[in-house]
């Protein structure tokens, strides 16, 4: 599965499948998992902590604030959809190619 699969770019927005994997010592991107980008996070799955520490995650990584990124589906799964959104179509292509390096593609 190429990196690219991952994600979806629609005008100013990005849309991202997130495989998360709660709990873990080690948070971080960790790749592709399937035709997702595998998110660990030390937080646990309670009370929104683990969606609020992906939003945080991908904010730091993609480089924008925190309030872009919000997670549209899956709110109580391990698979999610992610939305970013940035103020122009160029912002979002280049936080796209930050996308591709952070999932090895």
């Given at each position: 599965m190429t990196a690219e699969a991952v994600f979806t770019v629609d005008g100013t927005t990005i849309r991202?499948?997130?495989f998360v994997q709660p709990?873990?010592?080690r948070p971080g991107v960790?790749?592709?998992h399937g035709?997702?980008?595998k998110v660990r996070v030390?937080?646990?799955p309670e009370d929104g902590r683990a969606n609020d520490e992906v939003c945080r995650l991908l904010a730091r990584a993609l480089r924008v604030h925190?309030?872009?990124v919000v997670v549209s589906a899956g709110h109580t799964?391990?698979?999610k959809t992610v939305e970013v959104g940035c103020p122009d179509a160029a912002t979002?292509?280049?936080r796209a190619a930050l996308l591709v390096g952070l999932a090895g593609g």
């Amino acid at each position: 599965m190429t990196a690219e699969a991952v994600f979806t770019v629609d005008g100013t927005t990005i849309r991202i499948r997130v495989f998360v994997q709660p709990r873990s010592s080690r948070p971080g991107v960790a790749g592709v998992h399937g035709d997702a980008l595998k998110v660990r996070v030390a937080a646990p799955p309670e009370d929104g902590r683990a969606n609020d520490e992906v939003c945080r995650l991908l904010a730091r990584a993609l480089r924008v604030h925190r309030r872009a990124v919000v997670v549209s589906a899956g709110h109580t799964s391990r698979a999610k959809t992610v939305e970013v959104g940035c103020p122009d179509a160029a912002t979002a292509s280049a936080r796209a190619a930050l996308l591709v390096g952070l999932a090895g593609g």
